[in-house]
């Protein structure tokens, strides 16, 4: 059964405190090589910005993601989306290549996506993706540890992600078939120009909403609070811990 994060997505938020992340997105575009007449499958497709970047190289896509919020804005764009969670693929031998930016950690079983992904390729097609990487937000999180736990709630219990290590993707992956062309831990500290609070809002509900409704500020201030002299800049930015895992795998044809 799909885990399902209690995230809700809104496209206009996302756009206006995470347009970052398509924007870091261009150099899993150059992985992939899209080309004239692919068939591509734009897993966790977003609101469809780095769709649409894949499209323009004359590839076929279809998007699927589990938000009706990004999906609504990818339709908008003009693109074949379609509302559909990341462990539920139903596609059998359809596509060159599967894409995904930003978005198998927070997709839970990986062993269902991995499976979905196995079968929607056509044999030696290509798996192209960048995702969360062990210690990605490792401060966050810790933040996360010790304002919930003054409230008495483990807040890994609660976490909607899932930041694996190069080693253990590369288990997964060749245990759900693939070979694995290239895989990389990649450092990537990420400026956050709307600023933490507004970060928490639009990634961390499934921690925030474990608090009654009326302690949630108090508890990001605290969080705000905690991180300042580790993740705030002389200048005032916030600069966010963030790591990723890119890789490219190949289904044996």
């Not at 090589?33 to 977003?46: A, S, V």
């Not at 462990?87 to 031998?93: D, G, S």
């Not at 995904?100 to 929607?120: D, I, K």
């Not at 990537?188 to 608090?211: I, K, N």
């Amino acid at each position: 059964m799909a885990e399902l994060s209690k995230q809700h997505w809104s496209a206009e938020r996302y756009a206006e405190t995470a347009h970052f992340v398509p924007a870091f997105g261009a150099p899993v575009v150059d992985l992939l090589d899209p080309q004239p007449g692919e068939r591509i499958l734009d897993l966790g497709c977003g609101d469809g910005v780095l769709t649409e970047t894949i499209a323009a190289a004359g590839a076929q896509i279809v998007a699927v993601d589990a938000a009706p919020d990004m999906v609504a804005a990818a339709k908008a764009k003009g693109l074949d989306a379609h509302v559909v969670p990341g462990q539920n693929l139903a596609f059998e031998r359809e596509f060159d290549a599967v894409f995904s930016n930003a978005a198998l950690h927070w997709m839970r079983p990986q062993e269902a996506v991995l499976a979905g992904v196995a079968r929607a390729l056509k044999p030696g097609g290509r798996f192209v993706a960048e995702m969360g990487g062990h210690n990605n937000t490792a401060a966050i999180q810790v933040a996360f540890r010790a304002v919930l736990a003054r409230r008495g709630i483990e807040a890994l219990d609660l976490s909607p992600w899932y930041f694996p290590s190069a080693a253990a993707y590369q288990s997964r992956l060749e245990a759900a078939g693939f070979r694995v062309e290239e895989i990389a831990i990649i450092p990537r500290p990420t400026q956050l120009a709307a600023g933490l609070a507004a970060w928490l809002d639009t990634f961390c509900e499934d921690f925030l909403g474990a608090l009654p409704p009326a302690d949630r500020a108090a508890a990001k201030q605290e969080i705000c609070d905690l991180l300042q002299p580790i993740l705030m800049d002389e200048t005032g930015l916030w600069i966010a811990d963030y790591v990723r895992l890119r890789f490219k795998a190949v289904l044996p044809g």
